[in-house]
């Protein structure tokens, strides 16, 4: 399908929509083709392709909403899952908090599509794993992993004008490299719009000589270190400082974010001032859809389709230490006179001009982290954190690393450590667990390295 | 075309190509969700998406393909593209995978229902959520409330090549809600912990949760000034509100043969109860023990066969505290040189490839004369009371875990006493078994259900039933509160 019929489908189905009774309605829909290879010390196990196009119809009616999702869509399907959403929509209670469909936006060309991607093929997809896992067996290592190449198409439309639609590529490599006596291993995670990007074979490679350098670790104490953060690390434990960063949550006192006396903490220098985290739109080595939706609680499900289309723009989350932005809803956002925050598709944290040797080279006694493992919040009202190392953990003496480690249990607070940095690299591209983005490695004093976790 | 000629299209095509072995499913998953916050109903959502997969094997190797298929040219597609797949991973392949053999059923299973959830007029629900929220709302420091319901509806048609036909229909419905306590200097929550059944709408029980409504409002009030427990140590007596996320984090996903055997290493982790301590290992106390069973009445992960045609079942985990089995699949279960699967395959949609997923897993009550929950309290001396989930974390060998409760209270003397603020515990998962040293009797059993699951890649979420009676842990290390 080219934009043409993506349009030609949402305008029937908002045709459909309106001669049923809305009085509001926005359509999204997205169109995914996808292929997945999975492998398991170095043999593939499971190898798909799919494709799903998806539509997500968002109705009012004098303040009633309602949303019908379907995969059906021939003429009359789209005349079904119309007379449905209304038909829900009747039935709702009226939003107080409504917010209505978004007129048309001016958007900045973007380029999310790579023809590299799409042309990946099946038998393609094979050779690179083969590639990788064959290299992995010279090198008498296993590995894990997982590939997957996606190009589709996104699209909006709604009944006060606005289109928007844009084809986009990714793919992405996830890699985890074992020894094969189970005690040394490493792990990155790869994300690129453009195929010809995807280092893949420089990765593995990477990947295997950690995991040999992490080999038979040594038994250290918990205690409060020194500790030096991957990028990968710092996207892993810093993304609930986002998560937290919700305007109407900060202002009913349910984040860190707004724990003084009601009052938010917009604007407060919070964290150090070189800590700088954004969302960018226009980064050449993130590139992002030119579109999105409002990305905050309050309001409702249906307001966010509503809000679909909203351009996307940089945002400042936190700027040399100052909390800049909070997320917000549409509907939050105009009660507090802000303007409504597209979905970041990134996140970036800027650094500084260290290497990496350089950092460790300062370090007397600390740890250097490679991954972090299932972090979630003890105390979400103060931000305070738990999750493990894995997939190497180096002992630092006196500026060296010199041996691997065991594991460990972690708890503490990225508001703590990111008062607490004392160097920075560069940043580096990582694809974290919900955004690709770009951090540095960084450095962070009396870091709470709580218990020992012997799993490798 | 109708969907069974779709899926004998399927199969004509095997028969044609001289595939080795073919199945094919079609699925149709139908899913409400409705969310109220304060009095606004803020969410809902009819959602339906149909379609239909294609799983080869080929030379010791899957290839999977799957769309929205209308023709018998669009099912042929589907077919070369999941030859291609499996043809590509054969040929990078040193080490075939071996299956376990399947017998061939025809057969229908359904989730008994009394009432179709889809089918009760949105009003009453609603009604429902608002009138739940209202009742919360009327505490003074009672910030913020939420209440939800959650339908799914699956219809799978599934054949295969060996002569296997099954069609089933399985429902799960859920209903529960939270009130959030905003004071000075602390946010806290409490949940109603809806146990969440695979049923129909008769499984919402409207009176129970509008009868405890006030007390879960007061119980969010209360943390808001409570203490936190004092000491480095404590008894721990867990509800099987709490067990079971206890059970799943520790025995289920531990038992799972795909993590064992490395196939999860990038993504959901490994497991520390490896083949070799198999009906050998001492996972717990005496008076431990673990049951897995895809045919449990109402449990969130029952239904008559898996994803790969395989009849489920009930088997132990764990028998007077050693390892005894595992959840496994039909290309696992080979590598443990065990004959047959367990019938652990679950796909989460059409589109997804079906992966290793724990059953509902539960630990047995304690033996007649186990003591009733009364009188576990009254024999405890220095404890905490643990109700609901909170914060959770385990390592990626399901070893070092930290886990906290919704809702926790002191144990003194035999009496339950004041509310505690943020509890965490937290220890090393076979030592942590080996200390319960008390299972209630079979009267005092409940099962709850987990949602949400993720595992695999792409990930997919499951949702599944653990169950127990209170049991009691001694001397667990518990995170002091800063």
């Excluded at chain 2, 029952?302 to 009930?314: A, L, N, P, W």
Aim: aromatic residues 10%; contains cysteine.
């Amino acid at each position: 399908m080219d934009h043409s019929n993506y349009q030609s489908i949402l305008d029937t189905v908002l045709q459909k929509a309106s001669k049923a009774g809305a009085e509001h309605a926005a359509a999204v829909m997205s169109d995914d083709t996808s292929g997945t290879l999975r492998f398991a010390a170095n043999r593939p196990t499971q190898h798909k392709t799919h494709r799903n196009t998806e539509l997500s119809l968002a109705v009012s009616i004098a303040g009633k909403e309602a949303i019908c999702e379907t995969n059906l869509l021939q003429e009359n399907d789209l005349e079904s899952v119309a007379a449905k959403a209304v038909q829900f929509a009747r039935n709702a209670p009226e939003n107080p908090e409504f917010f209505p469909p978004l007129r048309q936006q001016t958007y900045t060309a973007t380029q999310a599509w790579f023809d590299s991607t799409a042309a990946i093929s099946i038998p393609e997809r094979g050779e690179i794993v083969g590639e990788m896992c064959a290299h992995a067996e010279s090198e008498n290592t296993d590995l894990f992993g997982n590939l997957e190449v996606s190009s589709g198409f996104m699209a909006v439309a709604n009944t006060n004008g606005l289109f928007a639609g844009q084809p986009v590529t990714e793919v992405s490599l996830s890699l985890t490299a074992r020894t094969r006596n189970s005690n040394g291993s490493s792990q990155a995670h790869l994300w690129e719009r453009d195929w010809n990007k995807l280092k893949y074979m420089e990765s593995a490679e990477r990947t295997i000589k950690v995991a040999r350098n992490s080999v038979n670790p040594k038994p250290l104490d918990p205690g409060h270190y020194t500790v030096i953060l991957s990028p990968k690390a710092v996207s892993e434990y810093l993304m609930f400082v986002v998560f937290a960063m919700d305007a109407r949550m900060a202002d009913t006192g349910q984040s860190f974010f707004g724990k003084q006396s009601n009052k938010s903490r917009l604007n407060d220098g919070c964290f150090q001032d070189i800590v700088t985290l954004k969302s960018m739109s226009d980064h050449p080595e993130l590139p992002t859809p030119c579109f999105g939706q409002a990305f905050g609680s309050g309001g409702s499900a249906a307001g966010t389709l509503f809000s679909t289309g909203l351009p996307v723009q940089t945002t400042e989350w936190i700027e040399n230490g100052i909390v800049k932005n909070f997320r917000y809803s549409p509907w939050y956002a105009l009660k507090n006179n802000r303007v409504p925050i597209a979905y970041p598709f990134n996140l970036y944290m800027s650094g500084d001009s260290s290497s990496l040797d350089e950092l460790i080279a300062e370090v007397k006694r600390g740890v250097l982290i490679e991954s972090f493992w299932y972090v979630n919040p003890t105390d979400w009202s103060r931000l305070e954190l738990t999750g493990l190392t894995r997939d190497g953990t180096f002992l630092i003496e006196n500026g060296k690393i010199t041996c691997p480690v065991n594991s460990f249990r972690f708890n503490d607070s990225p508001v703590r450590s990111l008062n607490r940095i004392s160097g920075m690299t560069h940043p580096e591209k990582i694809y974290g667990e919900y955004w690709p983005g770009m951090f540095p490695w960084i450095r962070v004093d009396d870091f709470n390295l709580s218990s020992v976790s012997n799993a490798v | 075309m109708n969907v069974d000629n779709l899926l004998a299209t399927a199969l004509n095509e095997a028969n044609t190509k001289k595939i080795d072995y073919l199945e094919a499913r079609w699925g149709n998953y139908c899913n409400q969700f409705l969310h109220a916050r304060d009095s606004i109903v803020d969410m809902m959502n009819d959602e339906s998406s149909a379609g239909m997969n294609v799983r080869i094997f080929h030379k010791g190797a899957w290839g999977f393909a799957a769309a929205m298929v209308k023709t018998a040219a669009d099912v042929a597609n589907l077919v070369e593209q999941a030859q291609k797949a499996a043809s590509t991973s054969a040929r990078i392949s040193n080490k075939p995978l071996i299956l376990t053999d399947l017998k061939p059923y025809q057969a229908q299973w359904q989730t008994p229902i009394q009432i179709d959830p889809f089918k009760v007029p949105l009003k009453e629900k609603l009604d429902l959520l608002q009138e739940l929220n209202r009742l919360m709302l009327a505490h003074n420091q009672i910030s913020e409330v939420s209440s939800w319901m959650r339908f799914f509806k699956t219809e799978k048609k599934y054949v295969n090549t060996i002569g296997t036909r099954t069609d089933q229909i399985i429902f799960r419905s859920d209903a529960d809600y939270r009130a959030t306590a905003v004071g000075n200097d602390r946010c806290e929550s409490r949940s109603y912990q809806s146990i969440q059944l695979s049923a129909g709408y008769e499984s919402v029980d409207a009176k129970a949760m509008l009868e405890a409504a006030p007390r879960v409002a007061r119980e969010a009030i209360e943390q808001l000034t409570a203490k936190p427990w004092s000491k480095d140590h404590a008894d721990l007596i867990l509800m099987p509100s709490h067990t079971r996320l206890v059970i799943h984090e520790t025995i289920g996903h531990a038992t799972e043969l795909d993590r064992i055997l490395g196939w999860e290493a990038d993504y959901a982790g490994t497991s520390f109860a490896t083949p070799e301590k198999l009906d050998n290992y001492r996972y717990g106390s005496n008076c431990f023990n673990v049951t897995a069973d895809r045919t449990m009445p109402h449990g969130l992960a029952t239904c008559g066969f898996d994803d790969e045609g395989v009849q489920t079942g009930r088997w132990k985990i764990v028998t007077d505290g050693i390892l005894t089995g595992y959840a496994t699949t039909r290309d696992t279960a080979p590598m443990i040189d065990a004959k047959s699967s367990c019938g652990c395959a679950y796909a989460d949609h059409w589109t997804s490839f079906p992966i290793l997923r724990m059953a509902n897993t539960s630990i047995d009550p304690g033996p007649k004369g186990s003591p009733t929950f009364k009188q576990l309290i009254e024999n405890t001396e220095n404890g905490i009371l643990v109700d609901g989930m909170a914060a959770f974390s385990i390592d990626q060998q399901r070893i070092n875990f930290q886990f906290g409760g919704d809702y926790c209270r002191a144990v003194r003397n035999g009496r339950i006493e004041e509310p505690l603020w943020n509890v965490v515990y937290e220890g090393n998962n076979p030592s942590f078994w080996s200390s319960m040293d008390a299972v209630c009797c079979s009267n005092e059993w409940r099962q709850y259900g987990v949602y949400g699951c993720a595992k695999g890649q792409p990930v997919q979420t499951t949702a599944l039933t653990h169950g127990s009676a209170p049991l009691r842990l001694r001397n667990v290390s518990v995170r002091r509160s800063s």
